[in-house]
């Protein structure tokens, strides 16, 4: 079979022959009709990743740990838990009987790559227990999860969204997607603590952070009350760490501000996930949500892999 395969940690994938998977008897093999490459991918591929020992410690290897493809009967499934060296990009993989779950008619194998980023925005309401009429803050929200974020939170019903990035062209395209006010983060610490200031209004009740590092530094300092008053409450759901994995933290930050923190799995369990789920898959079918792919040949995958210029859609690589 064709196949993206990978020589060395932290070299680029290379379309060529790889011998076909074969399933044990606990096993099925999956045709594969669509995968998303994120960066977790290219992570694991660089060997920077937590579970990238478990992914390449045998090389030859095949990237990718997820996907979308078809059993042997023709049924559409989403799969993961991929038996190494076998990855998703490629024309097959394998995985164990328990490692798949159908996708509902009337989705795309390419959409369905996505619907799992859109169930980070969904936190607002499983981690943060969102009300309608509430303002939320985005932060990172140019990337694929955080303008998905954007879109999520109008259906849930916000009452504004402000949504962060660096780029000012992208912003705008956030504004047309959902987005009332908008912060570009790639200014000074004291002028960005400002626009946090001045977008927040009567104050962020839920802000969903695809960011950390410094720009939710600066705005957890900017929620610290500048005068003897209770703070607002404002619960904070960490999901990413684009723009670092450490900041500090002031001890007013958090002992009169109002701030709560959460991680994005807080309230998350199989039946959540599943009515989650549900409520992506209603909004996709009906054209409400909408997702921004860019489908790729599998024969690409040394130039996609190497891409940056995505601008907030999703690369999917279609065999």
């Known amino acids: 079979m064709k196949a993206a395969v990978l020589h060395e940690v932290g070299g680029v994938p290379r379309y060529e022959d ?17 995968v998303a490459i994120e960066n977790v991918d290219k992570l694991i591929a660089a060997g920077t990743h937590y579970a990238s020992k478990k992914f390449i410690a045998q090389l030859p290897m095949i990237p990718a740990f997820d996907g979308i493809g078809t ?17 998703a990009l490629a024309e097959k993989s394998v995985v164990p009987r328990a490692s798949f779950t159908p996708i509902p008619d009337g989705i795309d194998p390419a959409v369905a790559t ?13 981690a943060a227990g969102f009300v309608p009429g509430e303002t939320v803050l985005v932060q990172g929200a140019t990337g694929v999860a955080g303008r998905l974020a954007v879109k999520v939170a109008r259906l849930l019903g916000a ?12 912003l705008r395209e956030v504004q047309a997607i959902g987005a009332d006010t908008v912060i570009n983060t790639a200014v000074s610490d ?29 705005l957890l300092r900017s929620l610290v009350p500048q005068s003897f008053a209770f703070g607002k ?21 958090l002992r009169t501000s109002g701030v709560e923190i959460y991680g994005a799995a807080k309230g998350l369990g199989p039946q959540i996930m599943g009515e989650v789920y549900g409520q992506i898959v209603t909004w996709a079918r009906s054209g409400e949500l909408t997702f921004d792919v860019e489908k790729v040949p599998l024969s690409d995958i040394e130039t996609v892999w190497q891409r940056t210029d995505l601008q907030g859609r999703r690369l999917v690589v279609v065999p």
């Open 190 to 218: 004291e002028a960005l603590a400002q626009a946090y200031s001045d977008a927040k209004g009567d104050g962020y009740d839920i802000v969903v952070d695809y960011l950390w590092g410094r720009p939710t530094a600066i």
């Open 233 to 253: 409450p404002t619960r904070v759901i960490q999901v990413g760490e684009a723009a670092g994995t450490e900041l500090p933290l002031a001890a007013a930050s």
């Open 18 to 34: 790889f011998p076909d998977p074969v399933a044990a008897e606990d096993e099925v093999l999956i045709e594969v009709k669509a």
């Open 71 to 87: 059993l042997p009967d023709g049924t559409l499934v989403g799969f993961g838990n991929i038996r190494p060296p076998y990855g």
């Open 159 to 170: 009452g504004r969204i402000v949504a962060t990035g660096r780029d000012d062209k992208q």
């Open 114 to 126: 996505v619907l799992g980023s859109a169930i980070t925005g969904m936190s607002i309401t499983t």
